[in-house]
């Protein structure tokens, strides 16, 4: 396995196993990886010739008062991770490679960046786009592995690549969850006993969402409300944002119709974690 750190290395390989015919599969990560990643980097085996994963944390995607300098970074134990699952490239660029000072162009997918967690997020969105337009340049993959965990950001990774022709496959593949329910995120790292504890009243109110759709409850206020309140039973957990929205426009929806995507962000302490499931 190698580990690349220059766009034009990464650049020239991507061009070389192409010429050869060779499908690259691509993991875009900010490190800190999980068995979600992982879930992501088997997919990506099996279907290509060639794995990439990209490991950088990208500063264009954190607000001012976020956690860009506390979030975890480990590229030995990442790499090792990588070279078990059968990784041939980790691209891990510097930042100032990534954006000189010079630099000024970035991508803004509308309507969809502005939504959910967007609203509390302002810019995160177009940080994202941005990178990820950039890592596919660089990288040059045939497909690109993302999780459904960040349903918002492959909405519109999916729209960006359709919108500007980029000639890759676009692959988002299901949450990975602990026993209890709780989806995996690097940023678990941050939770303390206690609030690992209470974490898993994300996944608890996406069940109750999806058990009161079965039982016939079609209003999107009502599914809210309910779990509002389960939500708001527990010492730690304060809601951002909770959401019933269109799958692709990502509009609310005053009732379950079509597919849906059930969003929600909360705060457990002074952690941001993010859930949501598809209804119809
Ligand atoms: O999901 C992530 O880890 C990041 O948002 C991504 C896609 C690697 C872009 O920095």
Redesign the pocket.
């Known amino acids: 396995m190698k580990i690349i750190r220059s766009i034009k290395v990464m650049q020239d390989y991507s061009g070389a196993e192409k010429k050869k015919g060779k499908k690259i599969g691509f993991v ?3 490190g800190a990886l999980h068995q979600g990643h992982l879930s992501l980097i088997k997919r990506a085996r099996e279907e290509n010739n060639s794995v990439v994963v ?1 490991i ?3 500063p264009a ?1 954190f607000g001012p008062k976020e956690d860009f300098k506390k979030y975890p970074r480990d590229l030995q134990k990442d790499a090792l991770l990588c070279k078990k699952n059968g990784v041939d490239v980790i691209f891990y660029p510097s930042a100032k490679a990534m954006y000189p000072p010079e630099y000024k162009t970035h991508v803004n997918v509308q309507d969809l960046s502005s939504v959910l967690c967007g609203k509390s997020r302002p810019g995160h969105f177009q ?2 786009a941005t ?2 337009a950039k ?1 596919f340049n660089i990288v040059g993959p045939t497909r690109a592995y ?2 459904q965990k ?1 349903a918002q ?1 492959a909405t519109i ?1 999916n729209r960006m690549a359709l919108d500007l022709n980029l000639p890759v496959k676009v692959r988002v593949l299901p949450t990975i969850r602990e026993k209890d329910g709780l989806a995996l995120s ?1 940023r678990n790292l941050y939770l303390s006993q206690e609030e690992r504890k209470e974490a898993v009243v994300l996944s608890e109110a996406l069940k109750l969402a999806r058990k009161l759709i079965r039982a016939g409850e079609k209003k999107s206020a009502a599914i809210i409300a309910a779990m509002r309140k389960l939500i708001s039973s527990g010492r730690n957990a304060k809601i951002d944002y909770i959401s019933i929205v269109d799958a692709k426009t990502l509009k609310p929806v005053p009732n379950i119709s079509g597919k849906c995507l059930i969003a929600l962000a909360v705060w457990i302490g002074k952690t941001r974690l993010i859930d949501n499931t598809y209804a119809s």
Do not use: E, K, R, Y
Request: proline share 5%; hydrophobic share 45%; glycine share 10%.
């Open positions: 875009p990560t900010m990209s950088f944390v990208n995607q940080g994202v990178v990820v890592l993302f999780g960040d950001q990774i690097s």
